[in-house]
Nanobody, 122 residues
Framework: QVQVVESGGGSVQPGGSLRLSCAAS????????MGWYRQAPEKQRELVAT???????NYADSVKGRFTISRDNANNSVYLRMNSLKPEDTAVYYC????????????????WGQGTQVTVSS
């Protein structure tokens, strides 16, 4: 069994900062790309940022320069540092990881966390 669990959401005023964390656990053989997605009410889930196992990053235009994604391969974790938060950043943030389990090493699959709420409001 593989699990992906997020933490670190909360409420913050505009201009504030938050740091999200996500840890994968279980019978993991290898983790490839990890990322963060978000879904605001009545909107589709959208990509926020991704990071490959080699450290290459990709960001949505709306968060470039404000958010930073990083990962700790030794601890199977990915982080999202969010600065200069805006009300439009309010959403449920989901962690996503491409993981090959010990049981099926040649067929990695996508795992999602349960989501963590981020609310930016004055």
């Amino acid at each position: 069994q593989v699990q992906v669990v997020e933490s670190g959401g909360g409420s913050v005023q505009p201009g504030g900062s938050l740091r999200l964390s996500c840890a994968a656990s279980g019978n993991i053989f290898s983790i490839y790309t990890m990322g963060w997605y978000r879904q605001a009410p009545e909107k589709q889930r959208e990509l926020v940022a991704t990071i490959t196992d080699g450290g290459s990053t990709n960001y949505a235009d709306s968060v470039k320069g404000r958010f930073t994604i990083s990962r700790d391969n030794a601890n199977n974790s990915v982080y999202l540092r969010m600065n200069s938060l805006k009300p439009e950043d309010t959403a449920v943030y989901y962690c996503n990881a491409q993981i090959a389990s010990m049981a099926v090493r040649v067929l990695p699959r996508i795992y999602w966390g349960q989501g963590t709420q981020v609310t930016v409001s004055s």
